[in-house]
């Protein structure tokens, strides 16, 4: 069973993702299911190493921290666009000094980075350990640095390391 499912929870959720984009109907939950099974193949084919977690408590957490930040993000950006030129905003690059070195805390990171409106993850410089974050609206360097060494940073060492 696990060489045609090696990842059967991977396999359900894109089977139903497929169904909640699409039309339900038997060829679309045929064609999803095949489409899954592939991609799940594709998935074991890659051999992605198994993440070892050391606090799954502080994983929701995580999670509420990260969609209040999307949300309050999506406020902020949405009022700066409909403020138009009314209000000067600066643009800017900042190189965060991480701790993270955990490939698997390091991805999440920049998931949350990247999901986060305004931000975007640039560059991640394993020799330095320095991340190299793009902000929309960078007024002020030091919040920035405070937001992901302390708010994300922190709990995905302590996950993850």
Excluded: C
């Amino acid at each position: 069973m696990s060489r045609v499912l090696p990842y059967p929870l991977l396999t359900a959720a894109l089977a139903i993702m497929w169904m909640l984009l699409t039309s339900f109907s038997p060829g679309q939950l045929l064609l999803g299911t095949a489409v899954a099974m592939v991609a799940g193949q594709g998935m074991a084919a890659l051999h992605p190493a198994k993440p070892r977690l050391r606090r799954w408590d502080l994983i929701p957490k995580l999670t509420a921290i990260v969609l209040y930040d999307i949300v309050r993000s999506n406020i902020a950006v949405a009022g700066i666009i409909l403020q138009g030129r009314r209000r000067q905003r600066t643009s800017g690059l900042l190189t965060i000094p991480l701790e993270l070195h955990h490939p698997m805390g390091l991805a999440v990171l920049a998931v949350i980075v990247t999901s986060t409106p305004g931000t975007a993850w640039i560059d991640y410089n394993s020799a330095r350990g320095t991340l190299l974050l793009h902000v929309f609206d960078l007024v002020d360097e030091k919040e920035w640095l405070d937001l992901i060494k302390n708010r994300y940073e922190q709990l995905l060492l302590e996950i993850f390391e």
